[in-house]
């Protein structure tokens, strides 16, 4: 797959199988989100926690109430989670944007690897109110967790595209 079909190919997967994931791929997907573009080279401001454990991807997902959310939410069923924390300065903002791009490195590297995958944020960001569960990430004092990459395989089998699904206004100044 080459860069574009692999960057248009990527679509959020919401129905997952409990299909187990190959750990080398799993490596591969974490090893591609440290290829990320981040603000002023600070890559030792974050972190990446693989979180495979089930008992503690229930309750990430039984923390708050989601019946009134799309079925399956939060997780929607994703077998691999992989969480990307960071430490937040006086004024946070580059946290945010230096997570994005690891995020979306990582949803192309598992796009490539035919892996269905999902952006978390609603979830992980709720989870401020649950800080028993954050204590069970075992992060590195000082970080926050922001977003997840929920990864797996989807029931819905996975489609090449060869352009955008979604349009985003654009001007030209010439
Ligand atoms: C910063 C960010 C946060 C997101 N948070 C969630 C989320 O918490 N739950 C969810 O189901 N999808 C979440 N998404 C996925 C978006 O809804 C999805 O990317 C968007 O609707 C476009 O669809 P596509 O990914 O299939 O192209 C998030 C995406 C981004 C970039």
Known sequence: MDALTNIYSRISTRDFSNTPVAEEDI??????????????????????????????????SKAEDYSGA????????APVLILVSSKLGEK??????????????????????????IYLWGCIYRLKSHPNIV??????????PISALGVG??????????????????????
């Open 92 to 117: 946070p903002a580059i946290e945010y944007s230096n997570v994005g791009c690891v995020m979306q490195t990582m949803a192309l590297a598992a796009t490539a690897k035919g892996l269905g995958n």
């Open 70 to 77: 799309r079925p399956n939410a939060p997780l929607y069923g």
């Open 135 to 144: 204590k069970k990430f075992e992060l590195p004092e000082g970080f926050v």
């Open 27 to 60: 490596r591969a997907i974490m090893h591609a989100g440290m290829a990320a573009p981040v603000g002023r080279g600070l890559y030792d401001t974050l972190h990446i926690t693989l979180i495979t454990k089930k008992e503690l991807l229930d309750e990430i």
């Open 153 to 174: 395989y989807s029931k819905t089998p996975l489609e090449t595209t060869h352009k955008p699904r979604h349009v985003i206004s654009t001007n030209s100044i010439r």
